[in-house]
């Protein structure tokens, strides 16, 4: 896996990109993350985003008890 940090000529925006994937966009705008289609939370604490459809957005969170909970938000 290939990790690497990218800036724009200007040097006014980047990303952050895996295996030549943008992840992360970092703009004027602010931070911009892709979420996948499907992740899980690997450690206790850790908590991901994932992009199911246009229209659902997926929060999954690993207590630390080890549990993995999610919650889907429905976009309008």
């Not at 006014?12 to 992360?24: A, C, E, F, R």
């Not at 991901?48 to 997926?58: A, D, I, P, R």
């Not at 549990?67 to 429905?74: F, M, N």
């Amino acid at each position: 896996m290939t990790i690497s940090l990218a800036a724009s000529p200007d040097g006014l925006s980047g990303s952050i990109q895996v295996g030549g994937v943008d992840k992360v966009k970092i703009s004027s705008y602010g931070l911009v993350q892709m979420p996948p289609a499907s992740a899980t939370p690997a450690e206790n604490g850790d908590m991901v985003f994932q992009l199911t459809s246009n229209t659902s957005l997926v929060i999954k969170v690993k207590g630390s008890d080890g549990t993995v909970r999610s919650t889907t938000l429905t976009l309008a």
